[in-house]
Structure formats: structure tokens, C-alpha cells
């Protein structure tokens, strides 16, 4: 006789190892926090290990408990995927993961030509701000800079180069235009949280000896972006993001170098699922896109 586990608890651990958080787990489900306690309580007695334990008052999810999230997350969608089938309900639209830069300024932009090749695969864009994890929960395919998990399928998109932009209204010459000149415009900066001002970054890399101005300070590239197409000053962009722009004439590439930042963007998905018609031909789609 086949020994399951309590198929509730394993309900309620999925939630709240996906919110990492029992009281919004419950909000999910309804129940009471002390009632998700009370699930993971049970699903620890029967497995004999624990799931979570809390570090700097964050509750994460421990070596064993990660391993049965992802099987569960696996197995939990594979009985979604099942039940609409028995059911033969129509496909669901695929989840993208996507930072919101590359969603607004590159994907959004190309989509028109997908749906037209491919008007029966519907998209959902899911924006993010930050890398997102690689969960089915999250999403069935996603953009990343951090692709190294098991079980996932990765495909380089672009390694970021950051350049130089302006809009031609505020740089009219661009024929002698050198790292000097920098000092005569206000500089559009970009302050990352744990990475730091995008133009300092820029002028340490390339040993510029004076200081930089530093003007104008924005939490995104979007938002520096913007400010530059406004002649608000001097961006440092994603060189695939500012495609468009450049091509139109809203914004100039100025004669400066370039920094490569090391960053790398990847199309990922379960190596289960990269075989399913519909993630495959987006798949394949968005490696040909330009």
C-alpha cells in the first residue's frame, strides 16, 4: 500500500515556500497562519526533516525543503497541464518573465511580428524588476541574468554593453566629440541597488582622472532613458534597448567607449517543457529576433 503524504499539507507548503511568508500563504488559501504552521508541522513529521528556518528574520527554505518544492511545483504543474487536457479547455497563454527595460524597449516592440507568425500562441508578460526565480509558479518561461539552476533550460539572448546616448537636440556635433566633453552636459545616472551609479562605473573603468558630474539620479534605466529622448542629459543604456530609437532619430550614440558590464541576458524554461510546441516555437523565435 502506497505511503502518500497529507496531499493538503503538500498544498499549503507550496504556497507558503512560494511566498516564503506563512501569513500571505494563508491569505492565498484562506486559512489562519497558524493553520499553514500546523500543515508544515504535519508534512515535517511525516518526511522526519525540516522545510524552513528563518535567517536575519527571513524565512527561508532549508537545502531538503527546496529539493521538495521543486518536485511538488513540478508535479503540481503537471497536473494543471493534465486537467486542462481532460478537460479540453483552451491553452492558457504563456508566462513570460521578463525585466521591465527589455520587456518595454526590445520585446514589446518585436511581438507584433510573433503574433503575426504565430497567432494561436498567446504571451503573458509578467514585469519584472529584478531577476525572477525559476519556478513554474512564477512563470513557464522567463528572462534572466541568472540561469544556473537545475533542471532549466538556458539560451544566451545578448551580453549587455552599456553606451553612450543623447538626444540630437542637446548634442547637435558628435564629430569630435570626446571624454572631455562629457563635462559640459549633465550626466543621466542609474544607481543600482548593490552595483552602484552606472557612470562611475564607466570612469573608473576607463581611468578618467576628474570626477564626474553627477546631475541627475534615477532608480532605472527606463527612467534615464526617457530623460535623455527629452534632452535632459547624457544616458548610459543597454545598446540592444536603444535600438529603435537611435534607428528613428530620437536619441544619437555619442563617440565614447563602451563598457561591457558582464551581464548576460538568457531565455530559460524546464528542461522538461523546452520540447512543448508552443514554448519551443517561442523559443526559437525570439533567438532569430533582431
Not at 50 to 66: D, H, I, P, S, V
Not at 122 to 146: C, Q, W, Y
Not at 168 to 182: H, Q, W
Request: glycine content about 4%; aromatic content about 10%; overall charge neutral.
Amino acid at each position: 500500500m502506497r505511503k502518500l503524504p497529507p496531499l493538503r499539507a503538500l498544498q499549503v507548503f507550496e504556497t507558503a515556500a512560494r511566498h516564503l511568508h506563512f501569513s500571505r500563504a494563508g491569505d492565498e488559501l484562506c486559512i489562519t497562519q497558524s493553520a499553514v504552521s500546523h500543515q508544515i508541522r504535519l508534512l515535517e513529521q511525516f518526511y522526519g526533516f525540516t522545510l524552513f528556518e528563518r535567517q536575519n528574520r527571513q524565512l527561508q527554505l532549508t537545502a531538503k525543503g527546496l529539493t521538495l518544492f521543486e518536485l511538488v511545483t513540478d508535479q503540481f504543474d503537471s497536473l494543471q497541464q493534465l486537467s486542462s487536457q481532460l478537460k479540453q479547455e483552451a491553452k492558457a497563454p504563456l508566462r513570460l518573465a521578463v525585466y521591465s527595460s527589455f520587456a518595454v524597449k526590445w520585446l514589446i516592440p518585436r511581438l507584433t511580428d510573433f503574433k503575426r507568425n504565430y497567432p494561436d500562441i498567446h504571451i503573458r508578460l509578467e514585469m519584472m524588476s529584478a531577476d525572477p526565480l525559476l519556478n513554474s509558479s512564477v512563470a513557464d518561461m522567463f528572462i534572466t541574468g541568472k540561469p544556473d539552476k537545475k533542471g532549466y533550460y538556458r539560451q544566451l539572448l545578448h551580453k549587455e554593453r552599456l553606451i553612450a546616448v543623447a538626444s540630437p537636440l542637446l548634442v547637435t556635433d558628435i564629430s569630435n566629440f570626446t571624454e572631455l566633453e562629457l563635462y559640459q552636459y549633465p550626466l543621466l545616472c542609474v544607481d543600482e541597488i548593490g552595483i552602484g551609479l552606472d557612470w562611475l562605473r564607466w570612469q573608473q573603468h576607463f581611468n578618467l582622472p576628474e570626477p564626474l558630474p553627477h546631475q541627475h539620479i534615477f532608480s532605472h534605466m527606463l527612467l534615464a532613458l526617457e530623460a535623455a529622448i527629452a534632452a535632459q542629459g547624457i544616458a548610459l543604456v543597454s545598446d540592444f534597448i536603444v535600438e529603435k530609437d537611435i534607428t528613428s532619430g530620437k536619441l544619437i550614440q555619442l563617440p565614447l567607449p563602451v563598457l561591457e558590464t558582464g551581464f548576460d541576458f538568457y531565455f530559460c524554461t524546464k528542461q522538461s517543457r523546452i520540447h512543448d510546441r508552443d514554448i519551443a516555437t517561442f523559443a526559437n523565435w525570439i533567438k532569430q529576433a533582431h
